[in-house]
């Protein structure tokens, strides 16, 4: 089995700028992050390299450490696994584990800064939140899906997933997410075809 890494490195940002970073984990167990001290350095999500190769993708900060794997889709958030599929009676598609590559990754702030109409000044920026996730197509049977689940780390409120998900066909179903292979949140979706739905999953305690 191949060490995870991710689950034990420092679960603090580096840098005194950001609450949080990301950082990732490639299969020949090289990690990276987001701001290296010793240079000094800020690197961007579209730098990170040799994505074929990624084994997971994530963000620390808080003393927590937050990630999704690759080869599965599923997140990871303080060690509780969360999986999403669709459903559609007894007809379960699943959106997570399907034996691809999810690297097509998402990474971005939210910022604000003040600005004076009178004066024209602009405030140094400061981060209010940080988003994580990625985003892929899935064809089962005669059914594609577009998924995209963003995590969402917002200050001083519960962390939620942005869930958008588009299918090529008017389906009438619900979005279904497993934590931990124990508890299941249904959520009645239904999806018009090549439209897309989002909702907003909180994360509770």
Do not use: C
């Amino acid at each position: 089995m191949i060490e995870n890494k991710l689950n034990n490195i420092y679960p603090y940002s580096f840098s005194r700028e950001m609450d949080f970073m990301f950082t990732g984990e490639y299969l020949n167990g090289t990690l990276f992050f987001e701001y290296n001290p010793d240079k000094n350095e800020y690197i961007s999500v579209k730098e990170i390299q040799d994505r074929n190769n990624l084994l997971r993708f994530g963000t620390v900060g808080h003393g927590i450490r937050i990630y999704f794997d690759i080869p599965t889709g599923s997140f990871y958030i303080d060690g509780n696994k969360i999986d999403f599929l669709y459903k559609i009676k007894d007809k379960e598609y699943t959106l997570t584990n399907n034996f691809k590559l999810y690297n097509d990754l998402i990474y971005f702030k939210n910022v604000y800064s003040d600005f004076n109409t009178k004066t024209g000044y602009h405030g140094s920026f400061n981060i209010y939140g940080y988003n994580l996730g990625y985003e892929t197509k899935i064809i089962k049977d005669d059914i594609e899906f577009y998924f995209k689940p963003i995590l969402n780390i917002a200050q001083n409120q519960p962390m939620n997933f942005q869930i958008r998900l588009v299918s090529n066909k008017d389906l009438d179903g619900e979005i279904v997410i497993k934590v931990n292979n124990l508890k299941q949140y249904n959520i009645y979706a239904p999806l018009q075809k090549n439209e897309g739905g989002q909702l907003t999953w909180i994360i509770r305690n």
